[in-house]
């Protein structure tokens, strides 16, 4: 069989929870390239969530049969849930336990064969360059640039790549975040406004507090604590499948504007003159992303609690639906 890209020399690691139609998706993306290495790391089910105990269960037998090709393969299937902030975190430190570098895929991401040569060639060449913290597979240039990916300050999830010695550095209780918060750096930032400030400030003030469960800002912290950047690739080499009902922080949106089409690289590479993130390229970036505006940091102030109750009413509809039908 010709694999567009593969085998895959980078140990990869997949997150998987509830949903089964995309880890059949995982799969048959992994199976194009063929990893020699594969970690699988599923949290439980939520005891207070009947209908994941289905899920996850349909989840797991998904991946006993559907590995399918010469693999080394690596189970943590949790019996008890740890939760979003808790379980990703726990299953990146289990592969690097063991591995030098991996690719970190959770089940919502959709890579093409060129995101996982991307990510092989630039774990090798930025391996020993403390500066990078990551290699990324989405991209919200507006412009792509002559080079064929670039440094950014904003350090994505959406299917990226790193190593065991920057990991170690994970700062899950934020320690950082008062001095830094108080230290002038965010609004030093490339691309950075007021209203930028004051809106990556109300993130950081939530998640430090708990009151926003997430795993990813706290990784972010770390890296702009460090002055580390990431690489992103000039067009996108993955997609997110996971707006909708069952995903945790997304449940409330369609499919934003900023998930743009996958595209391809050429080879060999074409590096950027520079790693230090460009003033103008960030400051679209972030536009793009995040419509950084006072109105949209009050969205996301309240956006998560309303998603929670979303998802809780939905469960509770499916439940009794399924009640009745059982009568």
């Given at each position: 069989m010709d694999l567009p890209y593969g085998p895959v020399s980078?140990?990869?690691?997949?997150?998987?929870?509830?949903?089964?139609?995309?880890?059949?998706?995982?799969?048959?993306?992994?199976?194009?390239?063929?990893?020699?290495?594969?970690?699988?790391?599923?949290?439980?089910?939520r005891p207070d969530v009947p209908e994941d105990c289905l899920g996850t269960a349909a989840c797991r037998s998904l991946i006993a049969a559907g590995i399918d090709w010469p693999c080394?393969?690596?189970?943590?299937?949790?019996?008890?849930?740890?939760?979003?902030?808790?379980?990703?975190?726990?299953?990146?430190?289990?592969?690097?336990?063991?591995?030098e570098?991996?690719?970190i895929l959770e089940d919502d991401v959709a890579p093409e064969p060129d995101f996982f040569r991307f990510c092989d060639e630039l774990l090798e060449r930025y391996r020993d360059n403390p500066a990078v913290a990551t290699i990324?597979?989405?991209?919200?240039?507006?412009?792509?640039?002559?080079?064929?990916?670039?440094?950014?300050?904003?350090?994505?999830?959406?299917?990226?790549?790193?190593?065991?010695?920057?990991?170690?550095h994970y700062d899950a209780a934020m320690d950082a975040w008062p001095e830094f918060a108080d230290s002038g750096r965010l609004a030093a930032m490339p691309g950075a406004s007021p209203r930028f400030v004051r809106y990556w400030r109300?993130?950081?003030?939530?998640?430090?507090?708990?009151?926003?469960?997430?795993?990813?800002?706290?990784?972010?912290?770390?890296?702009w604590h460090r002055g580390m950047v990431?690489?992103?690739?000039?067009?996108?080499?993955?997609?997110?499948?996971?707006?909708?009902?069952?995903?945790?922080?997304?449940?409330?949106?369609?499919?934003?504007?900023?998930?743009?089409?996958?595209g391809t690289l050429t080879w060999p590479l074409v590096d950027p003159?520079?790693?230090?993130?460009?003033?103008?390229?960030?400051?679209?970036?972030?536009?793009?992303?995040?419509?950084?505006?006072?109105?949209?940091?009050?969205?996301?102030?309240?956006r998560l609690p309303l998603a929670r109750l979303y998802r809780k009413i939905l469960d509770q509809f499916a439940r009794r639906n399924r009640n009745a039908a059982g009568r």
């Open positions: 980078t140990p990869v690691l997949l997150i998987i929870f509830r949903r089964p139609e995309l880890v059949e998706i995982a799969l048959d993306k992994l199976r194009a390239v063929r990893p020699a290495t594969l970690y699988v790391a599923a949290d439980g089910p080394d393969v690596h189970l943590r299937f949790r019996d008890a849930n740890l939760g979003v902030q808790h379980g990703v975190v726990d299953a990146i430190d289990w592969i690097f336990e063991t591995e570098q991996a690719i990324g597979g989405i991209s919200y240039l507006q412009q792509p640039a002559q080079s064929s990916y670039h440094a950014s300050s904003f350090i994505d999830m959406w299917g990226w790549a790193t190593w065991r010695d920057r990991w170690r109300m993130i950081m003030d939530e998640t430090k507090a708990g009151r926003m469960k997430a795993w990813d800002y706290q990784w972010m912290l770390t890296c990431a690489l992103h690739p000039r067009v996108p080499l993955v997609r997110n499948l996971g707006f909708g009902r069952l995903a945790t922080n997304t449940a409330l949106r369609s499919v934003p504007r900023f998930c743009r089409p996958t003159a520079s790693l230090v993130p460009g003033t103008e390229s960030e400051r679209q970036m972030w536009a793009f992303r995040f419509h950084i505006s006072a109105r949209d940091a009050v969205i996301q102030s309240v």
